[in-house]
């Protein structure tokens, strides 16, 4: 069963900007650091960025100052703006949270960046 959920993704030229959602259980979300991860053709999959449940967020130096994350606690929604996007951003984007020690993944959402 598939708990986290990932919308958002498509195919966008270079600079265009594309947001992301992540839908995920209360228990899961709540009180808990959420993040974004992505995977390129060929490469390990990477943390993007992090948020902690007070907002306290954390970005990887590639995508700082281009993407933002942020999380609606309220509706257990997990989002990544990314703007300024190059080829290099091209992946599978990926959702992830944690219930006690066990680690929750989405099955991720294609962001194509390509002209």
């Known amino acids: 069963q598939v708990l986290l959920v990932e919308s958002g993704g498509g195919l966008v030229q270079p600079g265009g900007s594309l947001r992301l959602s992540c839908t995920a259980p209360e228990d899961i979300f709540s009180r808990n650091v959420m993040e974004w991860h992505r995977q390129a053709p060929g490469k390990q999959r990477e943390l993007v960025a992090q948020i902690s449940s007070s907002g306290i967020t954390f970005y990887e130096d590639s995508v700082a100052g281009r993407f933002t994350i942020s999380r609606d606690n309220a509706k257990n929604t997990l989002y990544l703006q990314m703007n300024e996007l190059t080829p290099e951003d091209t992946a599978v984007y990926y959702c992830?949270?944690?219930?006690?020690?066990?680690?929750?993944w989405g099955r991720g959402t294609q962001v194509t960046v390509s002209s």
């Open positions: 992830h949270g944690f219930r006690g020690i066990t680690n929750y």
